[in-house]
């Protein structure tokens, strides 16, 4: 079974992956390494609900890479919820976070801070 999944028998054998098992395992962990430690999740909050993700990108790549936006929705309606996440590079997000807070956008004051790490809740 895992000589097909990239192990030949004598490497399982002996409890050694083969070197591109360990490049890949490499990768993924510099990759989530970099998504937790050299990004940040910022709230947007108070948005107004014409405002499309293209809109929120643009506001914040002036200050650095944007990585992701997702603007939240109504899971029954999929109306706009009027908030969202950015996720960007450490020292844009800090930046954007000091000049966008309390700014104008589409006619409503936004509120920007770092997020929050979610509460886990049960789910009835």
Do not use: H
């Not at 947007?44 to 944007?66: I, K």
């Not at 104008?104 to 509460?119: L, Q, S």
Request: hydrophobic residues 40%; charged residues 25%.
């Amino acid at each position: 079974m895992l000589a097909g999944a990239g192990f030949n028998k004598e490497q399982v054998y002996r409890g050694a992956p083969c070197i591109s098992c360990t490049l890949l395992l490499f990768s993924i962990t510099s990759y989530y390494f970099w998504r937790l430690f050299m990004s940040k999740n910022i709230y947007v909050g108070n948005l107004p609900w014409s405002a499309t993700e293209q809109d929120v990108r643009a506001a914040f790549e002036a200050y650095g890479e944007v990585t992701s936006v997702k603007l939240i929705e109504d899971r029954e309606t999929g109306r706009p919820r009027g908030f969202g996440f950015v996720e960007m590079e450490d020292n844009g997000a800090l930046s954007a976070i000091e000049a966008l807070d309390g700014t104008d956008f589409g006619g409503r004051n936004i509120k920007v801070n770092e997020a929050k790490p979610r509460v886990e809740r049960p789910r009835w």
